[in-house]
């Protein structure tokens, strides 16, 4: 069955530093992969996607994700953490199978700490 | 340049009453989704239509109703509320592969 893990319910990084918010999935055929941030009491925003080409696409608030598909993963990365980064993140993919319909990570809490 | 529309954004029900949550989008999309949010749950499909006249079930379709009269609108209707409904709800939109677009959510509370 195709399904997304989002393997750590919170990350905790210090301002300044490098940040890594994993997910990898488990889909038949292509994949297209989604992140997108929630704010608290907001709706979900779009950060970035791949559909195909460059496996390295960058995205909104200086955001960028790596599809390796060897390892079925899509982790989102940040070179250098910002205080105002701290949100929940999601991991979603659309596949055929599931008539493109978004299958969703359980959600990764990131906190940035000053 | 409104995106998804959702209202209302709170209400509070008492068990056994119905309402109609609404949700309409401006870009033409022909993906529209209903979500809801509890906590540490994630988002649960509730229902989704990929055209006009089609509607489909999600993971979580029991006691919600849909219809997609018009590519625009989306309703969700709740047919007879329970405190389990208690949760945030989330309309979406987008074309087959690419983003989706999300309201800023409905608070719904069931008394």
């Known amino acids: 069955a195709q399904s997304v893990a989002q393997p750590e319910d919170q990350v905790n990084v210090a301002e300044g530093n490098p940040l890594t918010v994993k997910c990898t999935y488990s889909?038949?055929?292509?994949?297209?992969l989604f992140w997108y941030v929630q704010y608290p009491n907001r709706g979900l925003q779009f950060l970035l996607k791949?559909?195909?080409?460059d496996n390295l696409v960058k995205g909104s608030y200086g955001f960028e994700a790596e599809f390796n598909k060897s390892q079925t993963s899509f982790h989102l990365k940040k070179p250098s953490a910002l205080v105002s980064d701290s949100a929940l993140y999601f991991c979603?993919?659309?596949?055929?199978?599931?008539?493109?319909?978004?299958?969703w990570g359980a959600g990764t809490k990131l906190i940035i700490k000053p | 340049n409104a995106g998804v529309t959702q209202t209302p954004k709170f209400q509070v029900l008492k068990t056994g009453q119905s309402m109609t949550l609404q949700c309409a989008q401006d870009?033409?999309?022909?993906?529209m989704s209903w979500y809801r949010q509890d906590p540490g749950m994630g988002l649960r499909l509730i229902h989704y239509?990929?055209?006009?006249?089609?509607?489909d079930q999600g993971e979580v379709p029991n006691g919600y109703n849909v219809s997609r009269s018009t590519t625009e609108d989306f309703p969700l209707r709740l047919l007879s509320a329970a405190p389990s409904q208690t949760s945030v709800y989330f309309c979406?939109?987008?074309?087959?592969?690419?983003?989706?677009?999300f309201g800023q959510g409905t608070r719904l509370t069931v008394v």
């Open positions: 239509s990929v055209g006009a006249g089609i509607t």
């Open positions: 979406a939109s987008s074309y087959s592969v690419g983003e989706a677009f």
């Open positions: 870009m033409n999309h022909e993906y």
């Open positions: 979603a993919v659309r596949d055929r199978v599931s008539n493109y319909q978004l299958i």
């Open positions: 889909v038949s055929g292509n994949p297209y």
């Open positions: 791949y559909i195909t080409g």
